[in-house]
């Protein structure tokens, strides 16, 4: 591929006396600019089909973002590109940005964003810096993490809870039992533990079955209402037994258990 340009030469009248003629061979120019659009083509591609967001920002204001990010975020193209990224970044998580930001950190970390409508979104974040025409860009990659966060949740909450009524399961009731017998004793309090069990409940559970499940929780939600917030219940697996612990100062003035919690 040739560039050819013609310079005239031009005599004391302004006649044209002849041309100089400048050929230049500009076939890798041409290739390296093909070669430019298409990358920047198929960058453009991959962050279209690509679930995750995907945004570009120099110096913390925002250049460029894909589809999937739009639909994160909820905001709309001209409602992004140009306003700072902190802008879009839950508050407790800003710091934390803004230091990765500045330090170039190019590993993934757990935030969060707001989305247009207020909520709150959970966001694995994932920072590149890339130089582009003498300019530094951060490309910032966001995947949404929620249904992850509600499955660790879930699965904290059931190592340590009764899956039938809810409650505090045996690991929980010890660990819990073991602050309050500390407090206790630094406080010159004394606790009270109690163990409560249903009678005849095998029978009731031979006869209904699975529908016996209703009336264990109906008990724990009652037991529960008789308890203060300081105060722990915990069912023991399979069965129809509870723990209930309850703390009060020593006094000349005798507290008294909730009537409603004791065996019947």
């Known amino acids: 591929m040739l560039e050819v340009n013609l310079l ?3 005599g004391d009248d302004g006649a044209v006396l002849a041309a100089f003629v400048m050929i230049t061979d500009i076939t890798r120019h041409r290739l390296s600019e093909l070669a430019v659009r298409e990358s920047e083509e198929r960058l453009r591609k991959f962050a279209d089909a690509t679930h995750e967001g995907i945004v570009f920002h120099e110096n913390g204001v925002i250049t460029d973002c894909n589809d999937a990010g739009l639909r994160l975020i909820g905001y709309r193209y001209e409602e992004l590109v140009g306003r700072p990224v902190l802008d ?3 508050p407790d998580a800003r710091d934390t940005v803004l230091n990765n930001i500045r330090m170039g950190y190019e590993r993934a ?3 969060a964003i707001v989305h247009k409508d207020g909520s709150r979104v959970a966001v694995e974040l994932t920072g590149k810096v890339m130089p582009y025409k003498g300019k530094h860009y951060r490309m910032t990659v966001l995947r949404d993490i929620r249904d992850r966060k509600e ?6 909450f059931l190592a340590h809870h009764d899956t039938l009524t809810g409650l505090p399961n045996r690991v929980l009731l010890m660990d819990r039992l073991e602050f309050i017998l500390a407090s206790a004793r630094r406080r010159s309090a004394k606790v009270g533990i109690l163990f409560i ?3 005849n409940f095998k029978t009731v559970n031979d006869s209904l079955g699975h529908a016996a499940g209703a009336l264990l929780r ?3 939600s009652r037991i529960e209402a008789t308890l203060r917030s300081v105060d722990v219940v915990s069912r023991r697996a399979a069965t129809s037994s509870w723990w209930s612990c309850r703390t009060w100062r020593t006094s000349s003035r005798r507290s008294r258990w909730p009537r409603s919690s004791s065996r019947r």
């Open 218 to 220: 109906l008990t724990a």
């Open 8 to 10: 005239p030469r031009l």
């Open 88 to 90: 879009f970044v839950a």
């Open 197 to 199: 069990d249903l009678d």
């Open 109 to 111: 970390y757990e935030a």
């Open 151 to 156: 499955a660790e949740a879930r699965i904290q």
